[in-house]
Protein backbone atom coordinates (compact mmCIF):
# COMPACT_ATOMS: atom_id res chain seq x y z
CA UNK A 1 0.00 0.00 0.00
CA UNK A 2 1.25 3.51 -1.08
CA UNK A 3 1.66 6.46 1.09
CA UNK A 4 -1.39 8.80 0.75
CA UNK A 5 -1.71 11.13 -1.81
CA UNK A 6 -3.84 13.84 0.35
CA UNK A 7 -4.44 13.69 3.85
CA UNK A 8 -7.60 15.33 5.34
CA UNK A 9 -7.06 16.56 9.28
CA UNK A 10 -10.21 16.23 11.32
CA UNK A 11 -8.96 18.55 14.16
CA UNK A 12 -8.32 22.14 14.52
CA UNK A 13 -5.17 24.38 16.39
CA UNK A 14 -1.75 23.33 17.60
CA UNK A 15 -2.32 19.39 16.69
CA UNK A 16 -3.60 20.20 13.22
CA UNK A 17 -0.70 22.50 12.15
CA UNK A 18 1.75 19.51 13.87
CA UNK A 19 0.17 16.94 11.14
CA UNK A 20 0.31 19.46 8.62
CA UNK A 21 3.99 20.11 8.91
CA UNK A 22 4.38 16.52 8.62
CA UNK A 23 2.81 15.26 6.09
CA UNK A 24 4.22 18.20 4.11
CA UNK A 25 7.50 16.81 4.90
CA UNK A 26 6.34 13.59 3.40
CA UNK A 27 5.66 15.47 0.38
CA UNK A 28 1.40 14.83 0.90
CA UNK A 29 -0.63 17.24 0.48
CA UNK A 30 -2.97 18.59 3.43
CA UNK A 31 -6.79 19.29 3.73
CA UNK A 32 -7.76 21.49 7.04
CA UNK A 33 -11.28 21.57 7.75
CA UNK A 34 -13.11 24.76 10.17
CA UNK A 35 -15.85 25.58 11.50
CA UNK A 36 -17.10 29.19 11.07
CA UNK A 37 -15.54 30.60 14.28
CA UNK A 38 -12.13 28.54 13.32
CA UNK A 39 -11.71 30.70 9.50
CA UNK A 40 -8.76 32.57 10.40
CA UNK A 41 -7.06 30.01 12.32
CA UNK A 42 -3.22 29.31 11.14
CA UNK A 43 -4.56 25.85 10.22
CA UNK A 44 -6.55 27.06 7.38
CA UNK A 45 -3.93 28.95 5.81
CA UNK A 46 -1.16 26.37 5.97
CA UNK A 47 -2.79 23.29 4.91
CA UNK A 48 -3.00 23.32 0.92
CA UNK A 49 -6.21 23.32 0.93
CA UNK A 50 -9.85 24.02 3.58
CA UNK A 51 -12.83 23.54 3.92
CA UNK A 52 -15.90 24.68 6.26
CA UNK A 53 -17.70 22.37 8.08
CA UNK A 54 -21.03 23.90 9.42
CA UNK A 55 -21.36 26.03 12.73
CA UNK A 56 -18.84 26.92 15.43
CA UNK A 57 -19.93 24.67 17.78
CA UNK A 58 -17.91 21.12 18.14
CA UNK A 59 -20.58 18.85 17.92
CA UNK A 60 -21.94 20.06 13.82
CA UNK A 61 -18.08 20.81 13.01
CA UNK A 62 -15.47 18.50 14.59
CA UNK A 63 -17.82 16.05 15.63
CA UNK A 64 -19.57 15.92 12.78
CA UNK A 65 -18.91 12.45 10.91
CA UNK A 66 -20.80 13.06 7.87
CA UNK A 67 -19.76 16.72 7.67
CA UNK A 68 -15.86 15.41 7.66
CA UNK A 69 -16.31 12.36 5.56
CA UNK A 70 -18.00 14.61 3.26
CA UNK A 71 -15.18 17.05 3.11
CA UNK A 72 -12.58 14.35 2.35
CA UNK A 73 -14.75 13.70 -0.80
CA UNK A 74 -15.21 17.18 -2.06
CA UNK A 75 -11.24 17.31 -2.04
CA UNK A 76 -10.31 14.27 -3.42
CA UNK A 77 -8.40 13.10 0.13
CA UNK A 78 -7.74 9.52 0.53
CA UNK A 79 -6.77 9.06 3.89
CA UNK A 80 -8.09 10.80 7.35
CA UNK A 81 -5.86 12.19 10.27
CA UNK A 82 -7.72 12.95 13.66
CA UNK A 83 -5.09 14.08 15.73
CA UNK A 84 -6.48 14.24 19.37
CA UNK A 85 -9.75 14.48 21.49
CA UNK A 86 -13.14 14.87 19.31
CA UNK A 87 -13.15 12.30 16.99
CA UNK A 88 -9.67 10.00 17.47
CA UNK A 89 -10.92 7.88 19.90
CA UNK A 90 -14.10 6.94 18.22
CA UNK A 91 -14.41 3.54 16.73
CA UNK A 92 -17.58 4.53 14.80
CA UNK A 93 -15.52 7.50 13.10
CA UNK A 94 -12.43 5.27 12.99
CA UNK A 95 -15.00 2.35 11.11
CA UNK A 96 -16.87 4.94 8.75
CA UNK A 97 -13.58 6.38 7.27
CA UNK A 98 -12.16 2.85 5.97
CA UNK A 99 -16.47 2.07 4.65
CA UNK A 100 -15.17 4.99 2.17
CA UNK A 101 -12.59 3.54 1.27
CA UNK A 102 -10.32 5.78 2.80
CA UNK A 103 -6.99 5.10 5.28
CA UNK A 104 -7.73 6.13 8.78
CA UNK A 105 -4.55 7.22 10.33
CA UNK A 106 -4.73 5.13 13.37
CA UNK A 107 -5.79 1.88 14.98
CA UNK A 108 -8.49 -0.38 13.94
CA UNK A 109 -11.89 0.62 14.62
CA UNK A 110 -12.33 -3.30 16.70
CA UNK A 111 -9.40 -2.46 18.35
CA UNK A 112 -9.84 0.80 19.40
CA UNK A 113 -13.09 -0.19 20.99
CA UNK A 114 -11.42 -2.99 23.08
CA UNK A 115 -9.05 -0.73 24.27
CA UNK A 116 -10.33 2.69 24.43
CA UNK A 117 -12.74 2.35 26.50
CA UNK A 118 -11.83 2.07 29.98
CA UNK A 119 -13.82 -0.94 31.44
CA UNK A 120 -13.13 -3.03 28.31
CA UNK A 121 -9.76 -2.42 28.53
CA UNK A 122 -9.49 -3.28 32.62
CA UNK A 123 -11.02 -6.51 31.54
CA UNK A 124 -8.70 -7.31 28.88
CA UNK A 125 -5.55 -6.33 31.20
CA UNK A 126 -7.02 -8.43 33.99
CA UNK A 127 -7.25 -11.80 31.21
CA UNK A 128 -3.54 -10.47 30.34
CA UNK A 129 -2.36 -10.87 33.84
CA UNK A 130 -1.42 -6.88 33.73
CA UNK A 131 -1.96 -5.48 37.30
CA UNK A 132 -4.78 -3.39 37.81
CA UNK A 133 -5.96 -1.38 40.58
CA UNK A 134 -9.38 -3.09 42.75
CA UNK A 135 -11.91 -1.91 40.98
CA UNK A 136 -16.00 -2.23 39.77
CA UNK A 137 -17.25 -2.25 36.61
CA UNK A 138 -20.43 -0.62 36.52
CA UNK A 139 -22.39 2.09 38.79
CA UNK A 140 -25.27 0.65 40.82
CA UNK A 141 -25.69 2.38 43.71
CA UNK A 142 -25.84 -0.83 45.80
CA UNK A 143 -23.12 -2.83 44.48
CA UNK A 144 -20.99 1.05 44.67
CA UNK A 145 -21.75 0.98 48.37
CA UNK A 146 -21.09 -2.74 48.95
CA UNK A 147 -17.21 -2.22 47.20
CA UNK A 148 -16.85 1.44 49.05
CA UNK A 149 -17.76 -1.17 52.74
CA UNK A 150 -15.18 -3.59 51.85
CA UNK A 151 -12.42 -1.29 50.13
CA UNK A 152 -13.23 2.09 52.23
CA UNK A 153 -12.82 5.76 51.54
CA UNK A 154 -11.86 7.33 49.06
CA UNK A 155 -13.00 5.98 46.23
CA UNK A 156 -12.70 7.17 42.56
CA UNK A 157 -15.36 7.05 40.06
CA UNK A 158 -14.39 7.20 36.20
CA UNK A 159 -16.07 8.25 32.97
CA UNK A 160 -16.19 4.64 30.78
CA UNK A 161 -15.90 5.91 27.33
CA UNK A 162 -13.78 9.20 27.88
CA UNK A 163 -10.40 11.18 29.26
CA UNK A 164 -9.35 14.52 30.60
CA UNK A 165 -10.83 14.47 34.17
CA UNK A 166 -14.05 14.35 32.74
CA UNK A 167 -16.63 12.13 34.25
CA UNK A 168 -14.52 11.67 37.33
CA UNK A 169 -15.01 11.81 40.92
CA UNK A 170 -13.21 11.32 43.81
CA UNK A 171 -15.83 10.62 46.85
CA UNK A 172 -14.39 10.56 50.25
CA UNK A 173 -17.50 9.56 52.17
CA UNK A 174 -20.73 7.33 51.80
CA UNK A 175 -23.60 10.39 51.68
CA UNK A 176 -21.62 11.99 48.88
CA UNK A 177 -21.74 8.25 46.86
CA UNK A 178 -25.30 8.65 45.28
CA UNK A 179 -24.76 12.34 44.41
CA UNK A 180 -21.29 11.68 42.75
CA UNK A 181 -22.30 9.41 40.71
CA UNK A 182 -25.08 11.07 39.12
CA UNK A 183 -23.09 14.02 38.41
CA UNK A 184 -19.95 11.92 36.79
CA UNK A 185 -23.07 10.12 34.55
CA UNK A 186 -24.20 13.52 33.44
CA UNK A 187 -20.88 14.82 33.15
CA UNK A 188 -19.43 11.81 30.79
CA UNK A 189 -22.71 12.06 28.63
CA UNK A 190 -22.44 15.45 28.07
CA UNK A 191 -18.45 14.90 26.60
CA UNK A 192 -18.74 11.47 25.36
CA UNK A 193 -22.50 10.77 24.30
CA UNK A 194 -21.76 7.78 26.96
CA UNK A 195 -23.02 8.12 30.45
CA UNK A 196 -21.39 4.65 31.84
CA UNK A 197 -19.13 4.84 34.72
CA UNK A 198 -16.77 2.45 36.46
CA UNK A 199 -15.51 2.41 40.17
CA UNK A 200 -11.90 2.14 41.99
CA UNK A 201 -10.24 2.55 44.56
CA UNK A 202 -8.55 6.06 45.17
CA UNK A 203 -5.36 5.90 45.29
CA UNK A 204 -3.90 8.94 47.39
CA UNK A 205 -0.26 9.87 46.00
CA UNK A 206 0.68 7.83 42.79
CA UNK A 207 2.95 8.62 39.88
CA UNK A 208 1.42 9.09 36.51
CA UNK A 209 3.33 7.03 34.12
CA UNK A 210 3.00 5.92 30.65
CA UNK A 211 4.69 3.71 28.07
CA UNK A 212 4.33 4.99 24.62
CA UNK A 213 3.81 1.92 22.54
CA UNK A 214 4.33 1.66 18.50
CA UNK A 215 2.90 -1.57 16.62
CA UNK A 216 2.79 -2.18 13.15
CA UNK A 217 0.83 -4.69 10.38
CA UNK A 218 4.19 -7.35 10.28
CA UNK A 219 3.98 -8.13 14.60
CA UNK A 220 6.34 -5.98 15.43
CA UNK A 221 5.30 -4.30 18.66
CA UNK A 222 7.76 -2.07 20.98
CA UNK A 223 8.03 1.05 23.45
CA UNK A 224 9.41 3.80 23.15
CA UNK A 225 10.38 4.98 26.63
CA UNK A 226 8.11 6.34 29.50
CA UNK A 227 6.78 9.42 30.32
CA UNK A 228 5.88 10.82 33.87
CA UNK A 229 2.93 12.72 33.63
CA UNK A 230 2.60 12.69 37.71
CA UNK A 231 1.88 16.97 37.49
CA UNK A 232 -1.37 17.56 36.96
CA UNK A 233 -4.72 20.10 38.06
CA UNK A 234 -7.80 18.28 37.56
CA UNK A 235 -7.05 15.13 36.35
CA UNK A 236 -5.58 17.18 33.25
CA UNK A 237 -1.53 16.96 32.51
CA UNK A 238 0.49 19.95 32.81
CA UNK A 239 3.87 18.71 32.73
CA UNK A 240 5.69 15.61 31.20
CA UNK A 241 8.32 14.60 31.22
CA UNK A 242 10.94 11.92 29.70
CA UNK A 243 12.44 9.41 31.23
CA UNK A 244 10.60 9.16 34.89
CA UNK A 245 12.73 10.24 37.01
CA UNK A 246 14.17 8.01 39.44
CA UNK A 247 11.99 5.15 38.31
CA UNK A 248 13.95 1.55 39.04
CA UNK A 249 14.82 -0.13 35.96
CA UNK A 250 13.74 -3.24 36.95
CA UNK A 251 10.09 -1.59 37.12
CA UNK A 252 10.61 0.48 33.92
CA UNK A 253 11.17 -3.10 32.41
CA UNK A 254 8.10 -4.13 33.78
CA UNK A 255 5.80 -2.05 33.01
CA UNK A 256 7.21 -1.71 28.99
CA UNK A 257 6.98 -5.53 28.60
CA UNK A 258 3.35 -5.59 30.46
CA UNK A 259 2.35 -2.85 27.71
CA UNK A 260 3.27 -4.48 24.94
CA UNK A 261 1.73 -7.82 26.35
CA UNK A 262 -1.57 -5.85 26.46
CA UNK A 263 -1.47 -4.15 23.12
CA UNK A 264 -0.18 -7.48 21.69
CA UNK A 265 -3.10 -9.25 22.75
CA UNK A 266 -5.40 -6.67 21.70
CA UNK A 267 -3.51 -6.59 18.31
CA UNK A 268 -3.03 -3.62 18.26
CA UNK A 269 -1.81 -1.42 15.59
CA UNK A 270 0.09 1.93 15.19
CA UNK A 271 0.78 4.49 18.05
CA UNK A 272 -0.84 3.88 21.19
CA UNK A 273 -0.64 4.51 25.17
CA UNK A 274 -0.73 2.55 28.32
CA UNK A 275 -0.97 4.61 31.62
CA UNK A 276 0.12 3.21 34.57
CA UNK A 277 -0.39 4.23 38.40
CA UNK A 278 2.73 3.93 40.76
CA UNK A 279 2.59 3.39 44.08
CA UNK A 280 5.96 2.99 45.28
CA UNK A 281 7.26 -0.23 43.84
CA UNK A 282 3.85 -1.35 42.89
CA UNK A 283 2.56 0.13 39.23
CA UNK A 284 -1.34 -0.76 37.77
CA UNK A 285 -2.92 -0.55 34.52
CA UNK A 286 -5.26 2.43 34.40
CA UNK A 287 -6.25 3.05 30.69
CA UNK A 288 -5.15 2.75 27.30
CA UNK A 289 -4.66 6.09 24.24
CA UNK A 290 -5.89 4.59 21.20
CA UNK A 291 -4.19 7.63 19.42
CA UNK A 292 -1.63 9.85 19.60
CA UNK A 293 -1.30 11.66 22.60
CA UNK A 294 -0.85 15.83 23.51
CA UNK A 295 2.89 15.17 24.82
CA UNK A 296 3.91 12.89 22.11
CA UNK A 297 6.78 15.71 21.53
CA UNK A 298 8.56 14.70 24.75
CA UNK A 299 9.19 11.11 23.36
CA UNK A 300 9.98 12.51 19.81
CA UNK A 301 12.67 15.00 21.37
CA UNK A 302 14.19 12.44 23.15
CA UNK A 303 14.21 9.14 20.78
CA UNK A 304 14.89 12.13 17.39
CA UNK A 305 11.81 10.43 15.52
CA UNK A 306 8.68 11.92 14.47
CA UNK A 307 5.65 9.95 15.61
CA UNK A 308 3.00 11.18 13.29
CA UNK A 309 5.45 9.88 10.30
CA UNK A 310 5.34 6.80 11.74
CA UNK A 311 1.82 6.89 12.44
CA UNK A 312 1.17 7.43 8.30
CA UNK A 313 3.69 4.90 7.55
CA UNK A 314 2.24 1.98 9.52
CA UNK A 315 -1.05 2.78 8.36
CA UNK A 316 0.20 2.64 4.93
CA UNK A 317 1.42 -0.93 5.76
CA UNK A 318 5.01 -0.52 6.05
CA UNK A 319 7.17 -2.47 8.65
CA UNK A 320 8.60 -0.41 11.82
CA UNK A 321 11.73 0.87 11.50
CA UNK A 322 12.67 1.66 15.39
CA UNK A 323 14.73 4.70 15.99
CA UNK A 324 17.89 5.47 17.51
CA UNK A 325 18.29 5.06 21.33
CA UNK A 326 17.05 7.40 23.84
CA UNK A 327 19.24 10.38 24.72
CA UNK A 328 19.20 13.07 27.81
CA UNK A 329 16.23 14.41 28.89
CA UNK A 330 12.84 16.02 27.82
CA UNK A 331 10.32 17.96 29.83
CA UNK A 332 7.22 19.71 28.64
CA UNK A 333 4.87 22.49 29.83
CA UNK A 334 1.23 22.63 28.54
CA UNK A 335 0.26 27.02 28.33
CA UNK A 336 -3.34 27.06 28.33
CA UNK A 337 -5.83 30.40 28.35
CA UNK A 338 -6.71 29.56 31.85
CA UNK A 339 -6.17 32.15 35.00
CA UNK A 340 -4.05 30.63 37.10
CA UNK A 341 -4.75 33.27 39.74
CA UNK A 342 -8.33 32.48 40.33
CA UNK A 343 -8.61 29.14 40.25
CA UNK A 344 -7.92 28.53 36.66
CA UNK A 345 -10.75 29.87 35.42
CA UNK A 346 -11.04 29.52 31.73
CA UNK A 347 -9.93 32.52 29.23
CA UNK A 348 -10.31 33.92 25.65
CA UNK A 349 -9.85 36.69 23.98
CA UNK A 350 -7.52 38.10 20.90
CA UNK A 351 -3.65 38.28 21.01
CA UNK A 352 -2.78 41.41 21.26
CA UNK A 353 1.33 40.78 22.22
CA UNK A 354 3.38 37.50 21.23
CA UNK A 355 6.56 36.45 21.65
CA UNK A 356 7.24 32.95 21.07
CA UNK A 357 10.60 31.09 22.65
CA UNK A 358 13.33 29.60 20.30
CA UNK A 359 16.80 28.16 20.19
CA UNK A 360 18.69 25.05 20.63
CA UNK A 361 17.03 21.97 21.76
CA UNK A 362 13.44 24.32 22.27
CA UNK A 363 9.88 23.28 20.65
CA UNK A 364 7.09 25.46 20.68
CA UNK A 365 3.82 23.42 19.44
CA UNK A 366 0.87 26.26 18.64
CA UNK A 367 -1.19 27.88 17.04
CA UNK A 368 -0.75 31.28 18.54
CA UNK A 369 0.32 34.03 16.21
CA UNK A 370 -0.05 38.13 16.10
CA UNK A 371 -4.55 38.85 16.07
CA UNK A 372 -5.02 35.22 16.67
CA UNK A 373 -8.39 34.53 18.38
CA UNK A 374 -8.81 32.44 21.54
CA UNK A 375 -12.04 30.92 21.14
CA UNK A 376 -14.19 29.45 24.86
CA UNK A 377 -15.47 27.07 22.64
CA UNK A 378 -12.50 24.43 22.37
CA UNK A 379 -9.95 23.37 24.48
CA UNK A 380 -7.63 25.69 26.54
CA UNK A 381 -4.52 24.57 25.36
CA UNK A 382 -2.59 27.18 23.59
CA UNK A 383 0.53 25.10 22.81
CA UNK A 384 3.08 23.04 24.79
CA UNK A 385 7.14 24.19 24.93
CA UNK A 386 8.97 21.12 25.01
CA UNK A 387 13.20 21.47 25.99
CA UNK A 388 16.13 18.74 25.55
CA UNK A 389 18.72 18.31 27.77
CA UNK A 390 21.70 16.08 28.14
CA UNK A 391 20.56 15.56 31.57
CA UNK A 392 17.04 16.73 33.59
CA UNK A 393 18.76 19.55 35.39
CA UNK A 394 20.07 20.96 32.30
CA UNK A 395 16.55 20.26 30.55
CA UNK A 396 14.76 22.10 33.59
CA UNK A 397 16.69 25.24 33.18
CA UNK A 398 16.42 25.62 30.10
CA UNK A 399 12.39 24.83 30.16
CA UNK A 400 12.68 28.15 33.04
CA UNK A 401 14.88 30.42 30.40
CA UNK A 402 12.15 29.60 27.34
CA UNK A 403 9.32 30.34 29.70
CA UNK A 404 11.01 33.78 30.83
CA UNK A 405 11.07 34.30 26.75
CA UNK A 406 7.86 33.41 26.40
CA UNK A 407 5.50 36.72 26.16
CA UNK A 408 1.60 37.04 25.25
CA UNK A 409 -1.22 39.63 26.48
CA UNK A 410 -4.79 39.54 25.39
CA UNK A 411 -5.61 36.47 26.96
CA UNK A 412 -5.05 35.52 30.49
CA UNK A 413 -2.94 32.01 30.48
CA UNK A 414 -0.93 29.76 32.82
CA UNK A 415 3.20 30.33 31.72
CA UNK A 416 4.04 31.90 34.42
CA UNK A 417 2.56 29.17 37.27
CA UNK A 418 4.39 27.03 34.67
CA UNK A 419 7.31 28.45 35.34
CA UNK A 420 7.43 28.90 39.01
CA UNK A 421 6.33 24.96 39.07
CA UNK A 422 9.45 24.12 37.35
CA UNK A 423 11.48 26.27 39.13
CA UNK A 424 10.46 25.11 42.60
CA UNK A 425 12.59 23.26 44.69
CA UNK A 426 10.12 20.38 44.50
CA UNK A 427 10.15 19.71 40.85
CA UNK A 428 13.72 20.07 41.16
CA UNK A 429 13.74 17.14 43.49
CA UNK A 430 11.93 15.17 41.50
CA UNK A 431 8.80 15.06 44.46
CA UNK A 432 6.29 14.11 41.74
CA UNK A 433 2.63 12.78 42.50
CA UNK A 434 -0.80 13.55 40.96
CA UNK A 435 -1.14 15.72 44.40
CA UNK A 436 1.92 17.83 43.35
CA UNK A 437 -0.36 21.42 42.72
CA UNK A 438 -2.60 20.62 45.72
CA UNK A 439 0.63 20.25 48.04
CA UNK A 440 2.75 22.55 46.82
CA UNK A 441 0.78 25.44 45.02
CA UNK A 442 -2.45 24.78 46.53
CA UNK A 443 -3.51 28.96 46.28
CA UNK A 444 -0.97 30.33 43.69
CA UNK A 445 -0.27 33.55 43.23
CA UNK A 446 2.16 35.37 41.07
CA UNK A 447 5.54 36.82 42.85
CA UNK A 448 5.57 40.64 42.92
CA UNK A 449 9.04 40.01 40.18
CA UNK A 450 5.95 38.52 38.18
CA UNK A 451 3.96 41.01 38.72
CA UNK A 452 6.28 43.60 37.93
CA UNK A 453 7.32 41.59 34.31
CA UNK A 454 4.41 41.29 33.25
CA UNK A 455 3.23 45.27 33.80
CA UNK A 456 6.10 46.07 31.47
CA UNK A 457 5.28 43.19 28.88
CA UNK A 458 1.74 45.00 28.92
CA UNK A 459 3.47 48.40 28.81
CA UNK A 460 5.42 47.75 25.35
CA UNK A 461 2.61 45.39 23.59
CA UNK A 462 1.53 48.32 21.92
CA UNK A 463 4.37 49.17 20.55
CA UNK A 464 5.59 45.85 19.72
CA UNK A 465 2.63 44.91 18.33
CA UNK A 466 2.76 48.17 15.66
CA UNK A 467 6.62 47.80 14.97
CA UNK A 468 6.91 44.31 14.95
CA UNK A 469 8.07 43.29 10.87
CA UNK A 470 5.70 39.69 11.74
CA UNK A 471 2.61 41.50 12.85
CA UNK A 472 -0.30 40.36 11.43
CA UNK A 473 -4.15 41.62 11.49
CA UNK A 474 -7.36 40.45 10.65
CA UNK A 475 -8.62 41.00 7.05
CA UNK A 476 -11.68 40.13 5.32
CA UNK A 477 -12.05 37.44 8.45
CA UNK A 478 -8.15 36.18 7.66
CA UNK A 479 -5.03 36.36 9.07
CA UNK A 480 -2.61 38.84 6.60
CA UNK A 481 -0.14 40.81 7.34
CA UNK A 482 0.09 44.26 8.79
CA UNK A 483 0.86 47.33 6.27
CA UNK A 484 4.02 49.71 7.06
CA UNK A 485 1.65 52.73 7.05
CA UNK A 486 -0.89 50.85 9.97
CA UNK A 487 2.30 51.19 11.88
CA UNK A 488 2.96 54.83 12.28
CA UNK A 489 0.53 55.80 15.17
CA UNK A 490 0.69 59.23 15.96
CA UNK A 491 3.84 59.84 14.44
CA UNK A 492 4.75 64.04 13.50
CA UNK A 493 7.76 65.17 12.24
CA UNK A 494 8.80 67.03 14.91
CA UNK A 495 7.88 65.46 18.28
CA UNK A 496 5.13 63.20 19.05
CA UNK A 497 1.42 63.76 19.26
Not at 478 to 485: E, K
Request: net charge negative.
Amino acid sequence: MALPAKLLIANRGEIAIRIIRTARAMGIATVAVYSEDDAAMPHVVLADEAIAIESADAASSYLNIAGILNAAAKTGADAIHPGYGFLSERPEFARAVVERGLLFIGPPADVMAALGDKVAARRLAVDAGVPVVPGLDGADIAAARDFAARNGFPILIKAAAGGGGRGMRVVQTADTLEVSLEAAAREAAAAFGDGRLFIEKYIARPRHVELQVIADNHGNTFTLGERDCSIQRRHQKIVEESPAPGLPDNIRIAMAEAAVKLFGIAGYRNAGTAEFLLDGDAFYFLEANTRLQVEHPVTEMRFGCDLVAMQIHIAAGEPLVEPMAPRGHAIEVRICAEDAEHDFRPAAGRVIHLNLPAGLNVRMDTYLAPAAQVSPLYDSLLGKLVVWGANREEARHRLIAALDEFMLSGVHHTAAFLREVVASEAFADAQLSTRFIAEFFPNWRPSPELLEAALIAAAIAPASASTSGVDTTLRDGALAPRSPWETLGGFELWGRR
